[in-house]
């Protein structure tokens, strides 16, 4: 039996099935196949730690320490290695179910930031705001995490209070905010007159079908223009934008295009017949708008068929993917940048309306919308 096991683990390990890590044999699938990462001194270090430290090594930590290191050396904010737990709150939060205060995190430099808070959060009505600049976690100091740990500190359960310190415009400002289950759908629509609402407040698994639902809905009572809010849509996943353009675009019309080092991978195009065809619209975008919000607004202006009113969006220009580990965590890594229809890249630079309004301090306390006034005059004109 000894002889045997011994043979069939170097058959294993020689064929590159497996691979032996700290923790005993590693699945291929988590690591790199056709080429080997750097490791000059990593063994030492680890043998020094385990012989010096003052306290109980967990295997499991250190594994999950080596991937995070090791993805966090591609320098880029959105390429990050997920733990299984990560995952699985990753998941939930496209999802439209998770406890926390409901607001998506994006990092500028070394600090983490407020991309949006999500429409009737405990984040949205706390009063959180794009751009917010968050410092202090309860208290400790949020500057150089990664976004997965933000999330990780914000996020907890129902009814406890966490404290966010943050920087806006200049100020620095503690906004105490209480945790809820967060279960929202990513649309919502309805009829003004003779123009229809429909607000998007993530891309996640529901977003195409109930998009498709409200288009279909607001048709058949004869709107004769529609307002598409973005406002504060973090984003989601890449084919529910691609599908919610085609609502509004004839079939193969392009999207997006996927570039990797300055040349086109993919070209994604619109694959069926649109909904409201040639119906007058206005996207409204903000700080907050990022990522697949971009991409369905970059669409359907170049394309000719929305006009943008609002300011200037987030500017996340980059695609990632999620590729599954066996341990149950997932590597999201960046794979392309993305462009416009017209070969625009709105990467950190974000996507300018045709008409900028902006909402005041005045707007908000007596709950005024401009932007919102400003679409609908746009569309009765």
Same mark, same amino acid.
């Given at each position: 039996?000894?002889?045997?096991?011994?043979?069939?683990?170097?058959? +294993?390990?020689?064929?590159?099935?497996?691979?032996?890590?700290?923790?005993?044999?590693?699945?291929?699938?988590?690591?790199?196949?056709?080429?080997?990462?750097?490791?000059?001194?990593?063994?030492?270090?680890?043998?020094?730690?385990?012989?010096?430290?003052?306290?109980?090594?967990?295997? !499991?930590?250190?594994?999950?320490?080596?991937?995070?290191?090791?993805?966090?050396?591609?320098?880029?904010?959105?390429?990050?290695? +997920?733990?299984?737990?990560?995952?699985?709150?990753?998941?939930?939060?496209?999802?439209?179910?998770?406890?926390?205060?409901?607001?998506?995190?994006?990092?500028?430099?070394?600090?983490?930031?407020?991309?949006?808070?999500?429409?009737?959060?405990?984040?949205?009505?706390?009063?959180?705001?794009?751009?917010?600049?968050?410092?202090?976690?309860?208290?400790? !100091? !949020?500057?150089?995490?990664?976004?997965?740990?933000?999330?990780?500190?914000?996020?907890?359960?129902?009814?406890?209070?966490?404290?966010?310190?943050?920087?806006?415009?200049?100020?620095?400002?503690?906004?105490?905010?209480?945790?809820?289950?967060?279960?929202?759908?990513?649309?919502?629509?309805?009829?003004?007159?003779? +123009?229809?609402?429909? !607000?998007?407040?993530?891309?996640?698994?529901?977003?195409?079908?109930?998009?498709?639902?409200?288009?279909?809905?607001?048709?058949?009572?004869?709107?004769?223009?529609?307002?598409?809010?973005?406002?504060?849509?973090?984003?989601?996943?890449?084919?529910?934008?691609?599908?919610?353009?085609?609502?509004?675009?004839?079939?193969?019309?392009?999207?997006?295009?996927?570039?990797?080092?300055?040349?086109?991978?993919?070209?994604?195009?619109?694959?069926?017949?649109?909904?409201?065809?040639?119906?007058?619209?206005?996207?409204?975008?903000?700080?907050?708008?990022?990522?697949?919000?971009?991409?369905?607004?970059?669409?359907?202006?170049?394309?000719?068929?929305?006009?943008?009113?609002?300011?200037?969006?987030?500017?996340?220009?980059?695609?990632?993917?999620?590729?599954? +580990?066996?341990?149950?965590?997932?590597?999201?890594?960046?794979?392309?940048?993305?462009?416009?229809?017209?070969?625009?890249?709105?990467?950190?630079?974000?996507?300018?309306?045709?008409?900028?309004?902006?909402?005041?301090?005045?707007?908000?306390?007596?709950?005024?919308?401009?932007?919102?006034?400003?679409?609908?005059?746009?569309?009765?004109?």
């Amino acid at each position: 039996f000894i002889a045997v096991s011994i043979f069939a683990s170097g058959w +294993l390990i020689g064929s590159g099935k497996i691979r032996l890590g700290i923790n005993g044999f590693v699945p291929i699938s988590e690591v790199l196949n056709t080429k080997k990462a750097p490791n000059e001194g990593v063994n030492n270090i680890y043998a020094l730690l385990e012989e010096n430290f003052d306290g109980k090594l967990q295997d !499991s930590k250190i594994l999950d320490g080596i991937k995070t290191g090791l993805v966090k050396a591609a320098g880029d904010p959105y390429t990050v290695y +997920l733990s299984k737990q990560e995952t699985k709150e990753f998941n939930e939060s496209l999802n439209g179910t998770f406890e926390g205060i409901g607001a998506e995190l994006g990092k500028k430099g070394n600090s983490i930031i407020i991309v949006a808070p999500i429409k009737g959060t405990p984040a949205f009505k706390a009063g959180i705001q794009p751009q917010d600049i968050i410092v202090e976690i309860d208290g400790k !100091s !949020s500057t150089d995490i990664s976004i997965m740990e933000a999330v990780k500190r914000i996020r907890g359960p129902k009814g406890e209070t966490v404290t966010l310190t943050i920087i806006r415009d200049g100020a620095k400002i503690k906004v105490p905010i209480v945790r809820d289950t967060i279960n929202i759908p990513s649309v919502e629509w309805k009829q003004d007159g003779t +123009l229809g609402i429909i !607000s998007i407040s993530r891309f996640g698994d529901d977003t195409t079908a109930l998009t498709r639902k409200a288009a279909n809905d607001l048709k058949a009572k004869g709107v004769t223009g529609v307002i598409l809010d973005l406002r504060g849509d973090p984003g989601g996943f890449l084919d529910a934008a691609v599908n919610v353009s085609s609502v509004w675009l004839p079939k193969g019309s392009t999207v997006l295009e996927e570039k990797r080092d300055g040349k086109v991978v993919q070209t994604f195009k619109t694959k069926v017949a649109p909904i409201f065809d040639k119906i007058p619209t206005v996207i409204l975008i903000n700080k907050g708008s990022a990522s697949a919000s971009e991409i369905v607004s970059g669409a359907l202006h170049d394309n000719k068929a929305a006009t943008l009113i609002g300011v200037q969006s987030f500017g996340k220009g980059s695609v990632q993917r999620i590729i599954p +580990l066996d341990s149950g965590g997932s590597l999201k890594v960046t794979i392309a940048h993305w462009f416009t229809p017209d070969g625009k890249s709105i990467n950190k630079e974000g996507l300018k309306p045709d008409k900028e309004v902006k909402i005041t301090k005045e707007d908000r306390v007596a709950k005024k919308d401009p932007q919102l006034e400003a679409a609908k005059l746009q569309l009765k004109q």
